[in-house]
């Protein structure tokens, strides 16, 4: 017992000793490789790791709050017709994400077919709502806050052919609409009064008024676990919407009480104008 205990405090002993040997003498390898090895080392070390992580973080932060501003946008005419002066959102992350995942699907077995299919317009400010509406009947009969637009449930599409929207081509709007309706969609191209074959929605049976007074459309339980997030989500979308609605509702402001600010003229120097304009060049 004696020798065992005289043997582990020689170990010890000895352990120590080379340990001091080895930092006395040259460093090497080995001790680069055991940084950090003191407790200053580490402190420093932690020290150092904190500011980096706390910058890490904030700037996250910022480009999470300011994700809404990289969203997609459409300039008026890019797809040869008169959509008003306020640029049109036209990202899928705008949209509920049901929905979304729908449209994707619409888009990609569009593709699988040869059909190209252009985003015109996604969610729809009360603001942009109410240009339209001021435009004229054959433009909405909804008013702000009454559109599926408003709730990132609607979005309007257009088949592009060699750069050009094709916006008369009954047959190939056929096509596309029912490949949206079997994905359980609503199209447009169903309505009489307002024959709008490029307008696909989904509302979970909600109806406009509805969703005006709050309500959630119903996503359908058997799938409702693929999104396990959905409410937060939602939520992050309602704030970036209102970010674009106090955007919108600022340059309406701006535009009426100064003609010479008009948001035409200032969003030509926008680089998804310019992104465009090979469409825009193949249109009238
Ligand atoms: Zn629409």
């Not at 307002?194 to 509805?210: A, I, R, V």
Request: hydrophobic share 35%; charged share 25%; glycine share 8%.
């Amino acid at each position: 017992m004696g020798q065992k205990t005289f043997l582990l405090s020689l170990l010890v002993l000895l352990t120590a000793l080379g340990i001091s040997f080895s930092s006395a003498g040259q460093s090497s390898q080995k001790q680069l490789d055991a940084i950090p090895y003191t407790t200053e080392h580490r402190q420093l070390v932690a020290e150092l790791t904190k500011d980096f992580e706390t910058a890490i973080g904030s700037e996250k932060i910022i480009t999470h709050l300011e994700d809404w501003r990289n969203w997609e946008t459409v300039e008026n005419y890019t797809y040869g017709k008169d959509r008003g002066s306020l640029p049109m959102i036209a990202d899928l992350d705008a949209l509920h994400p049901y929905f979304k995942e729908k449209i994707t699907k619409l888009i990609a077995t569009c593709k699988r077919k040869g059909i190209e299919l252009a985003i015109v317009e996604s969610y729809r400010t009360v603001a942009k709502q109410n240009e339209y509406k001021a435009m004229g009947k054959k433009y909405t009969r909804a008013t702000g806050g009454h559109s599926k637009h408003q709730y990132g449930l609607a979005i309007d599409v257009v088949p592009v052919i060699d750069s050009i929207a094709q916006w008369d081509n009954a047959r190939l709007w056929k096509k596309i609409g029912s490949m949206g309706e079997q994905l359980g969609l609503r199209w447009g191209g169903r309505w009489r009064t307002l024959y709008d074959p490029g307008h696909f929605e989904w509302s979970g049976g909600l109806s406009g008024d509805s969703l005006a007074k709050g309500l959630a459309p119903y996503v359908p339980k058997s799938i409702s676990n693929q999104y396990p997030c959905l409410e937060e989500d939602l939520q992050q979308l309602a704030e970036y919407w209102s970010a674009w609605e106090s955007e919108q509702a600022m340059i309406t402001r701006e535009s009426s009480s100064n003609p010479e600010s008009r948001p035409a003229n200032k969003m030509n120097s926008n680089s998804t104008a310019e992104s465009r304009s090979a469409i825009a060049s193949g249109m009238k």
